[in-house]
Structure formats: C-alpha cells, structure tokens
Nanobody
Framework: VQLQASGGGLVQAGGSLRLSCAASGRAFSNYAMGWFRQAPGKERDFVASISWGGGSTYYADSVRGRFTISRNNAKNIVYLQMNSLTPEDTAVYFC???????????????????WGQGTLVTVSS
C-alpha cells in the first residue's frame, strides 16, 4: 500500500483545513487508517484513527471535538477535517495504514504497516 497525503497549507488560527490521503494498492478496506503529526522539535504524536469499515473512530484528546476522520473505501481515500485550528496544531501530518487496529498501537507507531509522506500544516496566530 502506498499512501499520498495532501491538503496541507497555511491557515489562520480559527480556520479549517481538510487533509486527504489517497491509497494505492488493493484491499484498502482491509486496513485501519490514521493520522499522526510531528511538530518541530517534538516527537510524532497520534491524531486520529478509523476502523476498516469506518464505524469506529478514535481521537487524541487534543483534537477531539475539532477534528473528524472519515474514509471513502470506494475511492481509497481517508480524510481529516480540521476545524478551529490553533498554532499548536502546526505540524507535519502523516497518514498511516494498519492491518491491526490502531488505538492499541498509538504509543508504538513503529508497528504500523505503512506510512505516507507528510503534509505540512501551518497555523498562524
């Protein structure tokens, strides 16, 4: 599975962005999908995940209520809608794919199967 993230950019605080991650390869619907982010000088942190069929989602406390993850298995795409952005959301955002459920692996991301390249989100104050 190859993952291509897009949609990053510069936005003012309080604004919104929608990230997309397009997956190539077969059996996209077999993979749980998620997003991590890495701010400058910080470790990579979990943001959100969604189950294979989209029926279960999981969020980091820092984004719950502001971000929404969704997926379209017919188009092999996962989205991250980000609202009420703050400068603390500034980071490179990475999408991931996993045959195993993601929530138990959020503190062990090395075990996730595939990573996409990052897309930079910059939130100005």
């Amino acid at each position: 599975v190859q993952l291509q993230a897009s949609g990053g950019g510069l936005v003012q605080a309080g604004g919104s962005l929608r990230l997309s991650c397009a997956a190539s390869g077969r059996a996209f619907s077999n993979y749980a999908m998620g997003w991590f982010r890495q701010a400058p000088g910080k470790e990579r942190d979990f943001v959100a995940s969604i189950s294979w069929g989209g029926g279960s989602t999981y969020y980091a406390d820092s984004v719950r209520g502001r971000f929404t993850i969704s997926r379209n298995n017919a188009k092999n795409i996962v989205y991250l809608q980000m609202n009420s952005l703050t400068p603390e959301d500034t980071a490179v955002y990475f999408c991931v794919a996993s045959l195993a459920p993601i929530p138990p692996l959020v503190n062990d991301p090395g075990k996730l199967d595939y990573w996409g390249q990052g897309t930079l989100v910059t939130v100005s104050s």
